[in-house]
C-alpha cells in the first residue's frame, strides 16, 4: 500500500537516476512499514522514510510543466494566429 504511493512518487519525482540508492532505500523502507506489524518499528521506519523523501524531493529536477499563464499566452497566441 504505501510501498506503491512511494513508488509513484519517486516515479514523478524522476529522482532514480539522480540518486539510486536512496530511492531504493526509499521503497525498502516503505516496504517494511507495510510489513511491519510493530507500531515503534513502523513508527522508527516512518520517521526515516520522511526525511529521506524530504532528500529526495529537494533534489528532484525543476519541472516547467506551465501555468495557467502560460496557458492563457498559449490561447492568445493561437487566437491571433502567431
Known sequence: MLASAI????????????????????????????????????AVAARELRALMRELRSLAPVRSDGDQLDELQARRRARRGA
Open 7 to 42: 513508488q509513484r512518487e519517486l516515479e514523478a519525482l524522476a529522482v532514480e537516476s539522480i540518486a539510486p540508492g536512496q530511492a531504493a532505500l526509499a521503497l525498502a523502507l516503505a516496504v517494511t512499514i507495510d510489513d511491519a506489524t510493530a507500531p515503534t518499528a513502523k
